[in-house]
């Protein structure tokens, strides 16, 4: 099945130890609801605070992310998914929309 890249956005500085409680069990759900749709969960990772990033541009390298935004990205899940639509299917259900956003990506290959 072809993969796919699920971006998860939050609030800065997306601190996952600062999400409602709420989200974190929706979270743990989620693997399951994707299984229930025939999708397959290949590697998920929540990323530490945007606070802790460093970025590089060209010989620039500077503390923090580059842009200033009410979002930032919080993590990545990779699934297997039958075509975009079923991944846009299975995105919808990301917790991550009820704070932030998702962004689904095919993934090159």
Do not use: C, N
């Amino acid at each position: 099945m072809p993969q796919h890249a699920i971006l998860l956005y939050a609030p800065t500085p997306a601190d996952w130890m600062e999400a409602p409680p709420e989200e974190l069990e929706a979270h743990d759900r989620y693997a399951a609801q994707i299984e229930e749709l025939g999708g397959r969960i290949v590697s998920a990772q929540a990323l530490e605070p945007s606070s802790t990033a460093t970025s590089v541009r060209g010989d620039v390298v500077t503390d923090g992310p580059f842009v200033e935004s009410k979002e930032v990205l919080g993590g990545v899940t990779v699934i297997e998914a039958r075509d975009l639509d079923h991944a846009l299917e299975i995105a919808r259900l990301s917790p991550a929309t009820r704070r932030g956003g998702v962004e689904v990506r095919p993934i090159l290959g």
